[in-house]
């Protein structure tokens, strides 16, 4: 999902067809209000002025119904749950992009709900609450939110033509013959949804699945950024045409703000960004029974400092990440 900051911004501001694909892209992708009462919106954390870094929560869906790309479907399918959860911060200076996984079991306090996991705060109160839930764990203030159906992935690989991957662990996805051996592989449509869905077939289940989706966003990025893509109209206009129906906003984060996002991240690439899933203090088993992550209150806390004061390269050179 962090594709919609590097992937995205990169295909909009290519120059000679700017005007055309923004146009596009607005036409396309879909909006939502996040409709915060006043309470609600005071009770938020509070953004110092002089800050001018960026907080993006990025949302994946796996929506049931084949073909059906809107808003009103993507927030259907986002109230019932979400299958993946990621922070992107952008640093004031914009010299680097840090893409933060969080677990959906992570157990958590739901503003007016106690505790639960944190994708429930999604089914009892749609994004606005799991905004507000996250804001209220990093006490940090979000300035937008994404939403991308899955189906967004198995477009995004066709209108590249396939995009490879190195695959460390081979397995084959529940419920199907799809083998995915290690090494490079060549990902494309139905097989390249489920390399990026794909969870059952791990041991450790969601790391995997969020690693394998971090895995396969860098890859298309790169794809993307190469001189081959960004100087062929064609696929410009393909990538926009295909995926933009799969992507949703709020309403202040349309194409003008991804391009100005995008020339300010103009010497960003994948190399330059860092991908990591948020610690948690291991599985345990709620009052109610349910299978849960704790979560780490250290991590909560070093990582709610730094996202504060703009300083998450000092915390992942303090904590570097585990693998997935």
Sequence with gaps: MSV??????????????????????????????????????????????????????????????????????LDEAVSQRSDSMMLVHIPEDRSQVYVMSMVRDMYVEIPGHGMNKLNAAISLGGVPLLMQTIEGLL????????????????????????????????????????????????????????????????TNGDYQRVANQRKFIAAAANQVLSSGTLTNPVKLYDIVDKVSPYLTFDDDFDAATLVGLGLQLKNVDTENMEMFTMPTAGTSTSADGQSIELASELAIAQISDALQGDAMADYLHENPPETP
């Design 4 to 73: 919609v900051v590097v992937l995205l911004v990169a295909v909009l501001s290519a120059g000679y067809v700017l005007f055309d694909l923004q146009r596009q892209f607005n036409t396309k992708s879909n909006t939502v209000a996040l409709g915060f009462s006043d309470a609600e919106e005071q009770a938020r954390p509070v953004k110092d002025p002089e800050d001018k870094s960026m907080n993006v929560l990025l949302l994946g869906v796996d929506h049931a119904d084949e073909g059906t790309a809107n808003a009103q479907a």
């Design 139 to 202: 006490q940090t203030k979000l300035d937008h939110v994404a939403m991308v159906d899955f189906e967004g992935f198995r477009e995004l690989s066709t209108a590249l033509g396939g995009v490879t991957v190195n695959n460390e662990i081979p397995f084959t996805a529940n419920d199907t013959d799809y083998f995915y051996p290690a090494g490079d592989i060549t990902l494309e449509g139905d097989r390249a949804l489920r390399f990026v869905r794909e969870r059952k077939s791990f």
